[in-house]
Every structure is written in structure tokens, then in C-alpha cells.
């Protein structure tokens, strides 16, 4: 009897520890836990595949595309740099431009075009690009809603009222002070919008957002054009309202430029709670997270990168809406990849956006929110046709 209980123990063991592994796979879990959550999005299977196996399948291709991906932005985002460096209002060839890098503190005309207006040019384009791409992609995430943007959400226009404020107030502003009445601005905005679109015990509800956003932007635009006409700024707002980066030097960016790297180490810190936040409000509270306090600070962070851009370079829209959805078809949902891979590709679409403004009518320059709103305004349609399925 001792030799049978024995044996049946362990078969019974056998058995036991034969369904370990599999219920130990980190990738199985995972995709257990994506079919809970993704449950309603994915009812409409027509093929009727385990989702298991449909996410192992994705995921897997994704996971195969991150290196290949990442070294095709990258050497895109080199090539662009180098363009930017050469062409213009006046070409270099190769030589020309070696000349200039190896022998810095010559004075001559190419030295001042080179290094005092487009490299700072070049370094105000990455970081516009990279922080409007980010701050997209963090607020589609915070609010799951995937055609949610800064300039949509009404954060842009409210910098840019205040920035047209400080200029009927003062006339002309310094730096600084254009830095932060771009983030009071925003500030002012964000509070305003998140407050119209809150309901108690229902969150923020997607569709209420983009109005509230839309309304505000609308009311702020207006605001603006008002002040604009009745104080007779035409001249020192047109080139804030076109967007671009004439007016860009080196001492703007020193003092732009900290606040808007101190938000892009601020979004890889958070990176990955905001995987879990954009996942589904129920499982972040049940995994513990603080979904409010998170959800505030990644605000916050889209608040600094914001209010930095339109210091920069002004009022420019879509970039935060093409660049994220371009990313996510070939990396994984989780933001601790598409945070660094959206503030890569967007650099890089501002670089070649920036070259192209440039060189199309010499020694004009072609505004760039005009050239960004060709290549958003189609995406922003295919988005919205595409409703549901995204």
C-alpha cells in the first residue's frame, strides 16, 4: 500500500510540476494578461485564433523589428543632421563643410553660418521634434485616446496666448520670460481643459476631452487674434503663428534647453508607469499604482515639453499625433521602447521638415507649420476613419 501511495504521489507530483513551466512563462502570462484587458478590443476576431497565440505571433515580430528599426531611424537622423549642416540659403560641398568643423575659431562668413546659425538651428529642430513627439505620445497614453495631442488638447494655443499677452504687455520679452508665460500658459490650459472634460466617478471620458481641448484651443486662437489686432502685434506675432527657426541662437537654447532634457529624463523615470497606465485604469489601481498622481505628473511632463517647443519654435501642430502611431506599428505597446524611438523619429521628421522649409524657395523660407500640416492633416483623417480599430 506504501508503494502504491507512493507512486501515485508521484505521478500526481508529475502532473503538478509538468503544468509549472508553462503557467511560469513570463510570455504566456503576459499574453493572459493582455487577453483580460484587451478583451473588448479583440472580440471582433474574425478568424477566431487563440489571442494567445495572435499576440505571441505580434509581439515576436515586433521584438524582431526593434534593431532594425532603431538603426533605420538612426542613420535617417544622421543623414538629416549632415543635410541640415550643408544646405540652405547657401550650399557647402563636403570640403567646405570639413574646413569649417576642423578649424572652428577661424573668423570668416562660413564659420558664422555654420556654427552661430545652423547648428543652433539643428539643436533647436532635435529638440522641438523629440519633445512635440513625446508629449504625443504621453498623452495618448495617459488619456487612451489615440488621436489625443498637445495641440489638439488646447495646451499649444494656451502658451501662445499667454506668449501674445507678455508681448502687449511688455513689447519685448527676454528669453526667460518667454519661457515661462509659455508654461503658465500651458499651466492655465491643461487646467482648464481637464476640468471642462472631468466627471465624478467616470474619469475622463475621450470624447469630452477632445471637445474640451478643441474649445479651448478655439477660445485661446481667438483671444489672441483679438489682442493681436487691438494692439497692433502683426510683426511680432506672424512669425510665432508660421513656426520656424530663423530667430534661433545660442542663447535660447541655453535657457530653454535644460527644462526640456530635464523632461525627457522625467518621461523614461515614467516610462514604464505609464505602460501600465495606458493599459486600463482597473488593472493599474489592482497592480497598485497611483493612476491620479501618475497621471498629474505625466501631464506635468507634457507640460514642460510643450511649453518648450513653442518657446522655441512656435505654434505646430500634428507632429505629437503622425510620429507616435507611425512608431506603434513596429514596436511593442510598451512606452519604455516607444518613448525613446518616438523622440528619435521625431527629431529626425523635424530635421528633414526644417531642410525642406529651407530649400524650396531660397532665400525664403516656407513657414513650417504649413509644411507640417500637409503631412498631419491626411494622417489626422486616416486616424479618424480608422476609429475604432486602433
Same mark, same amino acid.
Given at each position: 500500500?506504501?508503494?502504491? *501511495?507512493?507512486? /501515485?504521489?508521484?505521478?500526481?507530483?508529475?502532473k503538478k510540476g509538468s503544468g509549472n513551466p508553462k503557467s511560469r512563462d513570463p510570455l504566456v502570462s503576459l499574453a493572459q494578461f493582455a487577453r483580460l484587458v484587451f478583451s473588448p478590443c479583440l472580440t471582433g476576431n474574425k478568424h477566431k485564433q487563440p489571442i494567445t497565440v495572435t499576440a505571441h505571433k505580434k509581439r515576436d515580430w515586433q521584438h524582431f523589428l526593434l534593431?532594425?528599426?532603431?538603426?533605420?531611424? &538612426?542613420?535617417?537622423?544622421? &543623414?538629416?543632421?549632415?543635410?541640415?549642416?550643408?544646405?540652405?540659403?547657401?550650399?557647402y560641398s563636403n570640403d567646405q563643410l570639413l574646413h569649417v568643423i576642423k578649424a572652428p575659431l577661424q573668423n570668416s562668413a562660413s564659420q558664422d553660418i555654420i556654427f552661430d546659425l545652423r547648428l543652433p538651428r539643428l539643436f533647436a529642430t532635435i529638440l522641438v521634434g523629440a519633445a512635440m513627439a513625446q508629449a504625443g505620445a504621453i498623452m495618448q497614453g495617459v488619456t487612451r485616446n489615440p488621436i489625443a495631442d498637445p495641440g489638439l488638447l488646447g495646451i499649444n494655443a494656451g502658451a501662445g496666448l499667454a506668449l501674445i499677452i507678455g508681448y502687449a504687455f511688455?513689447?519685448? +520679452?527676454?528669453? !526667460?520670460?518667454?519661457?515661462? +508665460?509659455?508654461?503658465?500658459?500651458?499651466?492655465?490650459?491643461?487646467?482648464?481643459?481637464?476640468?471642462? *472634460?472631468?466627471?465624478?466617478?467616470?474619469?475622463?471620458?475621450?470624447?469630452?476631452?477632445? /471637445?474640451?481641448?478643441?474649445?479651448v484651443a478655439t477660445l485661446c486662437s481667438a483671444l489672441g487674434q483679438a489682442i493681436t489686432l487691438y494692439f497692433n502685434l502683426e510683426t511680432s506675432v506672424i512669425g510665432w503663428q508660421a513656426g520656424g527657426f530663423s530667430q534661433i541662437n545660442w542663447k535660447m537654447l541655453a535657457i530653454v534647453s535644460p527644462l526640456m532634457i530635464f523632461g525627457f529624463l522625467l518621461t523614461l523615470l515614467f516610462a514604464h508607469q505609464l505602460t501600465i497606465l !495606458? /493599459?486600463?485604469?482597473t488593472v493599474s489601481k489592482s497592480l497598485g499604482q497611483?493612476?491620479?498622481?501618475?497621471?498629474?505628473?505625466?501631464?506635468?511632463?507634457?507640460?514642460?515639453?510643450s511649453a518648450g517647443a513653442v518657446a522655441l519654435v512656435g505654434s505646430i501642430a500634428f507632429i505629437g499625433l503622425i510620429i507616435p502611431h507611425f512608431i506603434r506599428v513596429?514596436?511593442?505597446?510598451?512606452? @519604455?521602447? &516607444?518613448?525613446?524611438?518616438?523622440?528619435?523619429?521625431?527629431?529626425?521628421?523635424?530635421?528633414?521638415?526644417? &531642410?525642406? !522649409? @529651407?530649400?524650396?524657395?531660397?532665400?525664403?523660407?516656407?513657414?513650417?507649420?504649413? +509644411?507640417?500640416?500637409i503631412a498631419g492633416l491626411p494622417c489626422f483623417l486616416w486616424l479618424i476613419r480608422k476609429g475604432s480599430d486602433l
Open positions: 500500500m506504501k508503494k502504491k *501511495s507512493s507512486l /501515485l504521489n508521484q505521478k500526481s507530483g508529475a534593431r532594425p528599426v532603431f538603426f533605420t531611424i &538612426l542613420v535617417l537622423f544622421i &543623414l538629416a543632421c549632415y543635410l541640415s549642416l550643408r544646405f540652405g540659403a547657401i550650399n511688455w513689447g519685448s +520679452l527676454h528669453y !526667460s520670460l518667454i519661457l515661462l +508665460l509659455c508654461l503658465l500658459g500651458s499651466l492655465l490650459a491643461a487646467l482648464l481643459v481637464l476640468g471642462l *472634460s472631468y466627471r465624478p466617478r467616470k474619469g475622463y471620458h475621450p470624447i469630452r476631452l477632445i /471637445l474640451s481641448g478643441a474649445m !495606458s /493599459l486600463n485604469e497611483k493612476t491620479n498622481t501618475v497621471s498629474f505628473v505625466l501631464l506635468g511632463i507634457v507640460i514642460l515639453l513596429f514596436i511593442v505597446r510598451d512606452y @519604455r521602447y &516607444l518613448l525613446p524611438f518616438t523622440a528619435l523619429a521625431g527629431a529626425t521628421f523635424m530635421i528633414y521638415v526644417d &531642410l525642406l !522649409s @529651407r530649400t524650396l524657395n531660397p532665400p525664403m523660407e516656407v513657414p513650417i507649420s504649413a +509644411l507640417v500640416s
